[in-house]
Structure formats: structure tokens, C-alpha cells
């Protein structure tokens, strides 16, 4: 089993910055995939940005060139840098883990609980 801490929400004017953070603990062999994920109300689940299992990567294009996503390897951490926050990107940002667990069981997706991001303008 693992889990996802996420943190760095909150309450930000427009064109302001937030930088959110998630670590994984638990039981973790290795881990394929390290992401963020935003969904707004009556939206659908949306990539943000995303680590891939080959290490590149990957960013929705309405934040690319705003959002900086990092990672810490050595703690299971990864971060995202929001800066030019703008009223669209209000949502709940979630951090997504593909892993596989110590009992090598195959790989499985995980989700955190998510942090809240309100933009005003």
C-alpha cells in the first residue's frame, strides 16, 4: 500500500505562486510514474504535469511555460512550482503515483486526497 501527502494549497490573487508538494510513503519497490492531476467543479479529471516512466516530462499546454514540476527521488517527493496563477487554474490539484510495492504484485496506480488552489482575480 502507498500513500500520498500532498500540501502547498491555498488562497492566491492572480498572478501570484504556489508550490505543492507530495510524498509518497509505504511500502514502494519503485515507482514509475509521479504526477499532478487538477480537476475544477464540474470538470473532468486533467493532466497537469507528469514525470513518465521513462523520467521526461510532460505538461498540459494551457500551464506550460507557468507550472514547474520537480521531483526528489530520494524522498518520494514530488513538487509543483505554480507561478502566473491565473482564475482558471482554480481546482483541486491531486497527485498521482504509479508504483510497484515492495511484494511486487505489479504496478498500481495512487492517488492523493488533494489540496485546494482557489485563484481570485
Known amino acids: 500500500q502507498v500513500q500520498l501527502v500532498e500540501s502547498g494549497g491555498g488562497l492566491v490573487q492572480a498572478g501570484g505562486s504556489l508550490r505543492l508538494s507530495c510524498a509518497a510513503s509505504?511500502?514502494?519497490?519503485?515507482?514509475?510514474?509521479m504526477g499532478w492531476y487538477c480537476q475544477a467543479p464540474g470538470k473532468q479529471r486533467e493532466l497537469v504535469a507528469v514525470?513518465?516512466?521513462?523520467?521526461?516530462?510532460n505538461y498540459a499546454d494551457s500551464v506550460k511555460g507557468r507550472f514547474t514540476i520537480s521531483r526528489d527521488n530520494a524522498k518520494n517527493t514530488v513538487y509543483l512550482q505554480m507561478n502566473s496563477l491565473k482564475p482558471e487554474d482554480t481546482a483541486v490539484y491531486y497527485c498521482?503515483?504509479?508504483?510497484?510495492?515492495?511484494?511486487?504484485?505489479?504496478?498500481?496506480?495512487?492517488w492523493g486526497r488533494g489540496t485546494q488552489v482557489t485563484v481570485s482575480s
Open positions: 498521482y503515483v504509479a508504483a510497484v510495492g515492495s511484494d511486487h504484485d505489479g504496478l498500481r496506480g495512487y
Open positions: 509505504g511500502s514502494i519497490f519503485s515507482i514509475n510514474v
Open positions: 514525470f513518465t516512466g521513462s523520467g521526461r516530462t
